[in-house]
């Protein structure tokens, strides 16, 4: 009877690497150096690593600038919201201005030198409109134009005004020898040799004013009014040095603020 061979084992898996060359030789003549002997052995992160230390704390000095800008900022906003209120429940209306007078002397043309010489005398009414918040004037001026060329500017002193009250106000406005412009001079001379020689003067009101009542006040705002088409009419043309107001008065202003 004839013995059977013996069966080849299977072996799976794969070939050990002693077949396979390095791939990366060591070039260099000399082994690589080790480590010093005291050197900290490495260790991959987390495997025996220590632990990464808390972030530091604010310091106090920071914790307390941030409250104060949030306390500050929560003040200017219940602040703010505390003005509009009572802006929207008072609902300040800005004074009505008239010129209820005015007159010139003096007046003295020069058309060839461009020079005007005038003695204005203008009379200004204010009106509060408002039932519940005074007024108070500061910085007020007046001055007077024409042709949109300032001639002369004089202050007025500073006054207050209750509620819905009137009060009247006057300004001398004085020019020696004034200097316009070409075109100025040319127009003021032509009105004063035609028709009836009256001039058309613009005046313009300028004041800080405040409304309020007890202890509630705006803050100072600048206002402007510009009252046009103020007519001086003069005697006899060219030659009277002094007129007055003529037409419809008292003459409207337009108040802006």
Request: proline share 11%; aromatic share 12%; hydrophobic share 45%.
């Given at each position: 009877m004839?013995?059977?061979?013996?069966?080849?084992?299977v072996?799976?898996?794969?070939?050990?690497?002693a077949?396979?060359?390095?791939?990366?030789?060591?070039?260099?003549?000399?082994p690589?150096p080790?480590?010093?002997?005291?050197?900290v052995?490495?260790?991959?992160?987390?495997?025996g690593?220590?632990?990464l230390?808390?972030?530091?704390?604010?310091?106090?000095?920071?914790?307390?600038?941030?409250?104060?800008?949030?306390?500050?900022?929560?003040?200017?906003?219940?602040?703010?919201?505390?003005?509009?209120v009572?802006?929207?429940?008072?609902?300040?209306?800005?004074?009505?201005?008239?010129v209820?007078?005015?007159?010139?002397?003096?007046?003295?043309?020069?058309?060839?030198?461009?020079?005007?010489?005038?003695?204005?005398?203008?009379?200004?009414?204010?009106?509060?409109?408002?039932?519940?918040?005074?007024?108070?004037y500061?910085?007020?001026?007046?001055a007077?134009?024409?042709?949109?060329?300032?001639?002369?500017?004089?202050?007025?002193?500073?006054?207050?005004?209750?509620?819905?009250?009137?009060?009247?106000?006057?300004?001398?406005?004085?020019?020696?020898?004034?200097?316009?412009?070409?075109?100025?001079?040319?127009?003021?001379?032509?009105?004063?040799?035609?028709?009836?020689?009256?001039?058309?003067?613009?005046?313009?009101?300028?004041?800080r004013?405040?409304?309020?009542?007890?202890a509630?006040?705006?803050?100072?705002?600048?206002m402007r009014?510009h009252?046009k088409?103020?007519?001086?009419?003069?005697?006899?043309?060219?030659v009277?040095?002094?007129?007055?107001?003529v037409?419809?008065?008292?003459?409207?202003?337009?108040?802006?603020?």
């Amino acid at each position: 009877m004839t013995r059977l061979a013996d069966p080849i084992p299977v072996v799976t898996g794969y070939p050990t690497g002693a077949g396979y060359p390095n791939p990366y030789p060591y070039v260099y003549g000399a082994p690589p150096p080790q480590p010093p002997p005291h050197a900290v052995p490495y260790y991959p992160y987390g495997a025996g690593a220590a632990p990464l230390p808390p972030p530091p704390s604010e310091p106090r000095s920071t914790v307390f600038v941030r409250s104060l800008c949030a306390v500050m900022i929560a003040s200017f906003l219940v602040l703010f919201v505390f003005n509009l209120v009572l802006w929207l429940v008072l609902r300040p209306n800005l004074p009505e201005i008239t010129v209820s007078w005015a007159a010139v002397s003096g007046f003295n043309l020069t058309a060839a030198a461009q020079q005007l010489s005038a003695d204005f005398n203008v009379s200004l009414t204010f009106h509060n409109p408002n039932d519940k918040l005074g007024i108070d004037y500061d910085e007020i001026g007046v001055a007077v134009l024409y042709d949109s060329e300032i001639i002369s500017y004089a202050p007025i002193p500073p006054f207050y005004q209750e509620k819905g009250s009137t009060t009247a106000a006057g300004a001398r406005l004085v020019a020696v020898s004034e200097y316009l412009s070409s075109d100025a001079a040319k127009a003021m001379d032509w009105d004063r040799s035609h028709g009836d020689g009256a001039l058309s003067f613009i005046f313009r009101v300028f004041a800080r004013v405040k409304f309020g009542s007890g202890a509630w006040w705006t803050r100072g705002d600048a206002m402007r009014a510009h009252c046009k088409d103020v007519r001086i009419g003069f005697g006899n043309g060219t030659v009277a040095a002094a007129g007055a107001l003529v037409g419809p008065s008292p003459k409207n202003c337009l108040v802006l603020m």
